[in-house]
């Protein structure tokens, strides 16, 4: 007669007990020392994100070599990891080959990073991109060309919809691309983050077989807020949903009213200087707006004037505030905002991984 399981051996109690460990490591391999059935629950969580981008090539190399060799033992493995981040140029060439040819079931989200990267590297993402599971791609490095930075894309499976592009583009800003060829099909996208990079809206429109912005729901701008007035973006004003960016002091103002499905606004206060343009940026939402989220990171308390606008938004349905600090910061920064606080429109979240990450 079999034994009852006991009460740590039910997986869905497992689950909950191991999940809050998901970025802790060390705690994630100690649980899976304490029995086949811990060590089961704890290697979704183990495998979910492989990163190789230590400090030496060495290093890298040997990690990418010991989990080739875990996933030959263990293939069963290889469906967990849903996140790869790699620095190539912290790898043999070789062992970028290698790791951008391996078959990868799941994965869903590829990080790059790092200074420029060789001809072959850049080939070698044609095949790591053309992976049918993947939806979600960063790149913050930079490429010997523009062909060899179009050249990555032209194995792109229709999943892929959300792109952040971060230092890769400026260098490339002004150049031409008659030289590239078009591709069969532009990628669609749902979620485009540009970031680090001035004249964006000038760099897209020299790349119009590149990315279908006809569907996009998300659009994160970082400074460059000019980057609203590019005619690529003309079509993309009518589905996007949500807009991030960063205020600054010098930057023009945002024409909310431009975007009538706009539901959310993810914004970055770092300089008090920069409230002026944001306060005018918010009294650009028109009266029918549909606003119902703001997500408002600031590490200073806001000004009057900012409180003020918040409380006064034109409501048609509730509007939340939300404020990502921690908690022992919150009560200074909601004291800052008393007729936003009064209009009881704040809450405090907890300050994680941001949107595009979380992303589906």
């Known amino acids: 007669m079999e034994a009852a399981p006991t ?10 007990c191991i999940g809050p460990l998901r970025r802790s490591p060390a705690d994630l391999q100690a649980c899976a020392l304490v029995s086949r059935a811990w060590a089961y629950a704890a290697q979704p969580l183990i495998f979910a994100e492989v990163s190789v981008y230590s400090t030496t090539r060495a290093k890298n190399d040997a990690t990418w070599f010991r989990l080739q060799e875990t996933l030959h033992v263990s293939p069963h493995l290889i469906q967990y990891i849903r996140r790869l981040c790699i ?93 590239v060829r078009p591709f069969r099909s532009p990628i669609r996208l749902e979620s485009l983050r540009v970031q680090c990079v001035t004249q ?3 760099w897209l429109a020299r790349v119009p077989d590149l990315f279908d912005l006809s569907q996009l729901r ?16 003309v079509p993309a004003r009518q589905t996007i949903e949500t807009v991030e960016f960063r205020p600054t002091a010098t930057n023009p103002p945002i024409n909310l009213g431009l975007f009538p499905r706009l539901t959310a606004l993810h914004i970055t206060l770092r300089a ?44 048609h349905r ?3 505030v939300e404020l990502p600090t921690e908690a022992n910061h919150y009560d200074y920064i909601k004291s800052r905002f008393p007729r936003t606080s009064a209009e009881n429109m704040l809450r405090r979240t907890e300050k994680d991984r941001d949107w595009f990450e979380a992303l589906d």
């Open 318 to 320: 509730a509007i939340t």
């Open 87 to 179: 620095n190539p140029n912290l790898l043999s060439s070789d062992g970028f080959a290698a790791m951008c040819r391996f078959p990868f079931t799941q994965l869903a989200y590829v990080f790059i990073m790092g200074s420029t990267l060789t001809p072959s590297s850049a080939f070698s993402l044609r095949h790591l991109f053309s992976l049918l599971s993947l939806t979600h791609v960063r790149l913050d490095c930079r490429f010997p060309s523009m062909a060899d930075f179009v050249q990555i894309w032209d194995r792109c499976a229709p999943p892929l919809r959300h792109v952040q592009i971060g230092s890769s583009l400026a260098p490339w800003v002004k150049t031409s691309v008659t030289d």
């Open 7 to 16: 009460a740590l051996a039910i997986s869905e109690l497992l689950e909950q």
């Open 200 to 202: 964006a809206g000038d």
């Open 218 to 233: 998300r659009l994160y701008m970082g400074h460059d807020t000019q980057l609203v007035d590019s005619k690529r973006l």
């Open 272 to 315: 008090p200087d920069a409230q002026p343009m944001l306060v005018h940026t918010l009294s650009t939402l028109p009266p029918s707006h549909r606003i119902r989220t703001i997500v408002l990171w600031m590490p200073h308390g806001g000004d009057g004037w900012l409180d003020l606008h918040l409380a006064s938004l034109p409501q």
